[in-house]
């Protein structure tokens, strides 16, 4: 079955093999939440150096590197089924474009599939209104702020690509990017 993809398509095919690539894997440890902000930081902190001599480039770039990397990589490990998880990620053109793989199963495939689905429907702010909303009256209904933050508050452009491997998982390509100051070490 061919793969399917939400979003800006010509995310999906840009290539990174010149950035920089990071597999998280199961371990004695598991992986958890902890895994996901210390690679988000180091991410960061690496991407973010072009910009070191403007402090205020520097924050501002470090601060969305590191926020677009954690909520990706977060819900890598929330969602994930057993395996590891690709990240892959680098400058291009001016933007900050991160890729995150890995194994989700059927049924959270057609939730995040039906979540997309509205964004095609509804602008990002006005759903992320709504989900704020939908929180304070229900906590257990499910967050999604960190996807719709994303494209609402840092106008992030994001593909997802759903396709179908042989242990009926589903391997889930979440592609990102968010624009970055001018610098004149790039």
């Known amino acids: 079955m061919a793969p399917r993809i939400y979003g800006i398509e010509s995310l999906a095919d840009i290539s990174l093999d010149s950035g920089a690539r990071l597999k998280?894997?199961?371990?004695?440890?598991?992986?958890?939440?902890k895994h996901s902000g210390m690679t988000s930081d180091f991410i960061a902190e690496i991407m973010a150096l072009p910009y070191?001599?403007?402090?205020?480039?520097?924050?501002?770039?470090?601060?969305?590197?590191?926020?677009?990397s954690n909520e990706l990589i977060e819900n890598a490990v929330k969602f994930r089924q057993p395996g590891e998880i690709l990240i892959e990620a680098g400058m291009v053109e001016g933007s900050f474009l991160i890729r995150v793989k890995n194994a989700i199963d059927s049924e959270t495939s057609s939730r995040f599939q039906q979540l997309l689905?509205?964004?095609?429907?509804?602008?990002?702010?006005?759903?992320?209104?709504?989900?704020?909303?939908?929180?304070?009256?229900?906590?257990?209904s499910g967050s999604g702020l960190g996807l719709l933050t994303?494209?609402?508050?840092?106008?992030?452009?994001?593909?997802?690509?759903?396709?179908?491997?042989?242990?009926?998982?589903?391997?889930?390509?979440t592609t990102a990017a968010v624009a970055m100051p001018p610098s004149s070490n790039l």
């Open 24 to 33: 998280l894997s199961d371990g004695p440890l598991q992986l958890g939440w």
């Open 52 to 68: 070191a001599r403007s402090r205020k480039d520097y924050l501002q770039a470090h601060h969305d590197i590191g926020y677009l």
């Open 117 to 140: 689905h509205r964004l095609q429907l509804k602008d990002p702010g006005v759903l992320l209104l709504e989900q704020i909303e939908t929180n304070a009256i229900s906590p257990e």
């Open 150 to 173: 994303l494209l609402s508050d840092y106008d992030a452009r994001m593909a997802w690509t759903f396709e179908e491997n042989k242990n009926e998982l589903i391997i889930l390509t």
